[in-house]
């Protein structure tokens, strides 16, 4: 392939130490839409794996040049780079045009986040060398994959919002940083404009999406972890200023408002990480807390049972946590991969549905049946046009939750294909396409998210990063 193309490609190296300070390049900018070979073999691209469709993407014109042809109509969240959302092989990916040493740091911590099976995107590949036709040096690209069916939290408000939905994102954002910590990363940005979320059974998922400031330690202090909760607040306050001035959020107070993630992050913190003793006769409490961890999605691998000298008393720490509890066993029992609270919600109706039918039934034999008999019914039945609307797990959840209410409501048993056709008709055909918001974004939407990119890119101009 580098052979026809020109241009080189180098794999992922297995040493991930950082590169360095590099010298950033001045971006000129391009109209021709043709590169010539000369052009494209001079790329040098970084990847994991090589995808030869990068090669037909223009490199050789500035990303904010780009023709509309490769252009995804995706709504951007505030960056001080210059993003494009654009078309890649059946997939949507994002490229951001920065500085060399900055694409390859973050290209390596995202590999290493994923790793360690950390929310966030996926980094595709670091391509430099780019140029325009007439010779003149562009700025480096990172490119990571488009998370199907997230949103920035611009889009999430571009409709009116409840003040309880502002709270659930809130305390999406906080567990996807207790997450972080707990494996040694410091973020060093943490807002929510370096954030995606993706709906999770009437909740939020986050996902981390800017890691250029992001550093990865054997474990993190508490000055290291308050420091960035603090930034947390400071920029979601800054955040909720800017939502409220364009009318986008109901009165809300920003600055008491971003201290809820103090709180949040301080609940979620104590209950993983903080010793607990109780007498001996208590013994059951070993058991509540670990119940409790499960619930907020963490699984307790190892844990600490320490008596006290006069042995009246108890010491319980859980040593090794990690997150995903429900959506493990959602995977193990059946090959779906869902978001944790949807996997929690599927397995209570899996749960419900073994021990109504089949109660003697081999548990990974019944999760199978459930799948067969509730999961991919309602699949099936979503219409087309409706497909793009939501997820196929947080539709399911959906419907039974619909089934649930209707029955409530109605004093009877609702049979599952007429809870399906109710939620169709009136709940899934009504709601926005999330898929992409998606491929077919509000036009003032995209308006407001350009106007504000712009403005961003301004005033970094005024204070550009010592890095850059």
Request: negative net charge.
């Given at each position: 392939?580098?052979?026809?193309?020109?241009?080189?490609?180098?794999?992922?190296?297995?040493?991930?130490?950082?590169?360095?300070?590099?010298?950033?390049?001045?971006?000129?900018?391009?109209?021709?839409?043709?590169?010539?070979?000369?052009?494209?073999?001079?790329?040098?691209?970084?990847?994991?794996?090589?995808?030869?469709?990068?090669?037909?993407?223009?490199?050789?014109?500035?990303?904010?040049?780009?023709?509309?042809?490769?252009?995804?109509?995706?709504?951007?969240?505030?960056?001080?780079?210059?993003?494009?959302?654009?078309?890649?092989?059946?997939?949507?990916?994002?490229?951001?045009?920065?500085?060399?040493?900055?694409?390859?740091?973050?290209y390596?911590?995202?590999?290493?986040?994923?790793?360690?099976?950390?929310?966030?995107?996926?980094?595709?590949?670091?391509?430099t060398?780019?140029?325009?036709?007439?010779?003149?040096?562009?700025n480096?690209?990172?490119?990571?994959?488009?998370?199907?069916?997230?949103?920035?939290?611009?889009?999430?408000?571009?409709?009116?919002?409840?003040?309880?939905?502002?709270?659930?994102?809130i305390?999406?954002?906080?567990?996807?940083?207790?997450?972080?910590?707990?494996?040694?990363?410091?973020?060093?940005?943490?807002?929510?404009?370096?954030t995606?979320?993706?709906?999770?059974?009437?909740?939020?998922?986050?996902?981390?999406?800017?890691?250029?400031?992001?550093?990865?330690?054997?474990?993190?202090?508490?000055?290291?972890?308050?420091?960035?909760?603090?930034?947390?607040?400071?920029?979601?306050?800054?955040?909720?200023?800017?939502?409220?001035?364009?009318?986008?959020?109901?009165?809300?107070?920003?600055?008491?408002?971003?201290?809820?993630?103090?709180?949040?992050?301080?609940?979620?913190?104590?209950?993983?990480?903080?010793?607990?003793?109780?007498?001996?006769?208590?013994?059951?409490?070993?058991?509540?807390?670990?119940?409790r961890?499960?619930?907020?999605?963490?699984?307790?691998?190892?844990?600490?049972?320490?008596?006290?000298?006069?042995?009246?008393?108890?010491?319980?720490?859980?040593?090794?946590?990690?997150?995903?509890?429900?959506?493990?066993?959602?995977?193990?029992?059946?090959?779906?991969d869902?978001?944790?609270?949807?996997?929690?919600?599927?397995?209570?109706?899996?749960d419900?549905?073994?021990a109504?039918n089949?109660?003697d039934?081999?548990?990974?034999?019944?999760?199978?049946?459930?799948?067969?008999?509730?999961?991919?019914?309602?699949?099936?039945?979503?219409?087309?046009?409706?497909?793009?609307?939501?997820e196929?797990?947080?539709?399911?959840?959906?419907?039974?939750?619909?089934?649930?209410?209707?029955?409530?409501?109605?004093?009877?048993?609702?049979?599952?294909?007429?809870?399906?056709?109710?939620?169709?008709?009136?709940?899934?055909?009504?709601?926005?396409?999330?898929?992409?918001?998606?491929?077919?974004?509000?036009?003032?939407?995209?308006?407001?998210?350009?106007?504000?990119?712009?403005?961003?890119?301004?005033?970094?101009?005024?204070?550009?990063?010592?890095?850059?």
């Amino acid at each position: 392939m580098s052979e026809q193309s020109g241009a080189q490609w180098h794999d992922e190296p297995t040493d991930y130490a950082q590169v360095g300070k590099l010298p950033r390049t001045e971006a000129a900018s391009a109209n021709d839409t043709a590169p010539p070979a000369s052009v494209i073999g001079s790329l040098n691209i970084t990847a994991a794996a090589a995808d030869p469709e990068l090669l037909d993407l223009p490199w050789h014109v500035a990303l904010e040049d780009w023709p509309a042809a490769n252009l995804a109509a995706l709504p951007r969240g505030i960056s001080r780079h210059i993003v494009r959302f654009a078309h890649l092989a059946g997939s949507v990916i994002a490229i951001k045009e920065t500085s060399e040493h900055i694409a390859r740091h973050e290209y390596h911590m995202l590999r290493k986040l994923a790793r360690l099976d950390v929310p966030c995107v996926e980094p595709v590949a670091v391509i430099t060398g780019r140029s325009t036709i007439d010779g003149k040096p562009l700025n480096p690209v990172l490119v990571t994959r488009h998370l199907k069916f997230s949103m920035p939290y611009r889009a999430l408000f571009s409709q009116m919002l409840r003040r309880d939905t502002l709270t659930r994102l809130i305390d999406a954002q906080a567990l996807l940083l207790v997450r972080l910590h707990l494996i040694g990363f410091y973020w060093g940005d943490v807002s929510l404009s370096n954030t995606l979320f993706r709906r999770d059974a009437g909740a939020f998922a986050a996902y981390l999406v800017d890691a250029e400031t992001g550093e990865l330690y054997p474990d993190l202090s508490v000055g290291q972890r308050e420091y960035d909760l603090e930034i947390a607040r400071v920029n979601i306050a800054g955040e909720l200023m800017d939502l409220l001035e364009g009318g986008l959020i109901e009165e809300v107070d920003p600055v008491a408002t971003s201290e809820l993630i103090m709180d949040s992050y301080r609940r979620l913190w104590a209950e993983l990480t903080e010793k607990e003793s109780f007498e001996l006769g208590e013994r059951w409490r070993v058991g509540a807390r670990i119940r409790r961890l499960n619930e907020l999605g963490f699984d307790v691998e190892e844990y600490a049972i320490k008596t006290t000298a006069d042995g009246s008393t108890i010491q319980l720490q859980p040593k090794v946590v990690d997150a995903g509890h429900y959506q493990r066993r959602l995977l193990r029992l059946t090959g779906l991969d869902a978001q944790q609270n949807q996997a929690r919600r599927l397995l209570n109706d899996m749960d419900s549905f073994r021990a109504d039918n089949n109660p003697d039934l081999d548990e990974e034999i019944s999760a199978h049946v459930w799948v067969s008999q509730i999961f991919e019914p309602i699949v099936r039945s979503i219409p087309r046009d409706l497909a793009g609307k939501l997820e196929p797990a947080e539709v399911v959840h959906e419907v039974l939750e619909h089934r649930w209410y209707m029955s409530q409501k109605q004093d009877r048993h609702i049979p599952l294909a007429e809870a399906v056709q109710s939620y169709l008709d009136t709940v899934l055909r009504h709601r926005r396409d999330e898929a992409a918001i998606m491929l077919n974004p509000d036009t003032a939407l995209l308006k407001i998210l350009e106007v504000e990119n712009e403005e961003s890119r301004y005033d970094d101009d005024e204070y550009p990063d010592s890095d850059d």
